[in-house]
């Protein structure tokens, strides 16, 4: 097995990128990837797919060609000073210079329709939806109907069952699968492949992304499957993290469950609203935005007097996320909520400190002068061996 941890130790960086600027990096998803990242994805293909020579290597948006490894190996790309780069980098390989989201077609790579293929590469993920550096995306890239998406890593997740690859290893966010939403825009894709394999690593490998709030990235072996995945397929599977811990969403219940994340004017009224609080998505857009705040607008939710002690632990959930973990980053708020019920007064207590507003709902059922501990032993235990001391 590949010691990809010392890879890591002796520092081995992604290949810079030189020839594009930081706007057409971002929207072209040019972000080059580690050596040890691509040894991974070699280690899994080798272990759990038989006869793994026998299958033609495709990267169909394979930039500097840090994937593309022996001559049976093919290499597409849209940025033709990145497909030389390529050529240098893997001399016996075949390359075309294409938009692999347009007119998708195994003949556009050079491909029969009786060989096997494994795709492999670092596809580009830029949802032109997403708030982080939001004013200097542009439209997305032109590509087929049928793979259209607000996010080019979908839409190239789309393109390889357009291809019938037999199996799929790339890097791409976590929350293409564990978000609703993303996962139900997989599509054709999540019909006819399977996850098998893979490790989740912190977005902080890639030097030029992500640099205050890292995201967790799933290195991913997807085998063509007529079973597919459904989302409760995706809820029990137990991921793999590069700091060898594992998880699977079954074990957490959210917050979604209790309150709204969204603004709610319509359903509540001035009269039954006590406080305002901030929208919220996930763990990681928690970490930029506000929590309670003293005037409504229009991105705030109103809160009501029997959901006051949820937003409180929210409020204290922000205080205390150095200690959650980057791979926890895109799930909405945990929650153990029979724990959360024993002691949600000290959430109250604790989040009215700073938010003065507060004060006048300090229950006095329960008074407690150790709050900071309470609360800290509270996350320990919700976190278990995924606390960060």
């Excluded at 204290?316 to 973990?325: E, G, W």
């Excluded at 004060?359 to 061996?385: A, H, M, P």
Aim: proline share 2%; net charge positive.
């Amino acid at each position: 097995m590949i010691d990809h941890r010392k890879h890591k130790m002796a520092k081995i960086l992604p290949m810079k990128q030189q020839h594009l600027g930081f706007a057409d990096t971002v929207n072209l998803g040019s972000f080059y990837t580690p050596e040890w990242v691509v040894d991974i994805v070699y280690e899994m293909i080798g272990r759990r797919i038989p006869n793994s020579a026998d299958y033609r290597i495709v990267d169909t948006s394979c930039g500097y060609g840090s994937f593309l490894r022996g001559a049976n190996a093919i290499g597409a790309d849209i940025d033709l000073a990145a497909l030389a780069q390529a050529q240098r980098t893997c001399k016996n390989g075949k390359f075309f210079h294409h938009n692999s989201l347009l007119n998708i077609s195994r003949k556009q790579h050079g491909l029969t329709d009786n060989e096997k293929i494994v795709i492999v590469g670092n596809p580009p993920y830029n949802d032109t939806t997403s708030i982080v550096r939001n004013r200097i995306k542009r439209g997305g890239t032109e590509c087929d109907h049928e793979v259209f998406s607000r996010d080019l890593g979908i839409s190239f997740l789309l393109s390889y069952d357009r291809l019938k690859a037999d199996f799929v290893c790339v890097l791409h966010p976590l929350s293409y699968l564990i978000k609703k939403t993303n996962f139900s825009a997989c599509q054709a894709f999540k019909n006819n492949y399977r996850l098998i394999d893979g490790l989740v690593i912190s977005s902080a490998v890639f030097s030029d992304t992500s640099k205050t709030t890292h995201f967790p990235i799933l290195i991913a072996l997807y085998e063509r499957n007529t079973q597919g995945m459904d989302y409760n397929f995706i809820t029990n599977y137990s991921f793999k993290t590069d700091e060898k811990k594992q998880f699977s969403l079954s074990q957490f219940d959210t917050i979604d469950r209790y309150i709204n994340k969204y603004p709610n004017r319509s359903a509540l009224s001035e009269e039954e609203t006590i406080a305002y609080f901030w929208t919220m998505r996930d763990i990681n857009a928690l970490k930029r935005s506000k929590t309670f705040v003293k005037k409504e607008s229009s991105g705030t939710i109103r809160i009501s007097r029997d959901k006051l002690a949820y937003y409180c632990y929210v409020d204290l959930f922000k205080r205390n996320i150095s200690h959650i973990p980057y791979y926890f980053g895109n799930l909405s708020v945990i929650i153990n909520h029979d724990a959360f019920l024993k002691i949600k007064d000290i959430f109250v207590q604790k989040s009215a400190e700073k938010h003065t507003e507060l004060r006048s709902f300090i229950g006095t059922n329960y008074q407690d002068n150790n709050t900071d501990l309470t609360i800290e032993n509270y996350f320990r235990d919700l976190l278990k061996d995924h606390y960060i001391d």
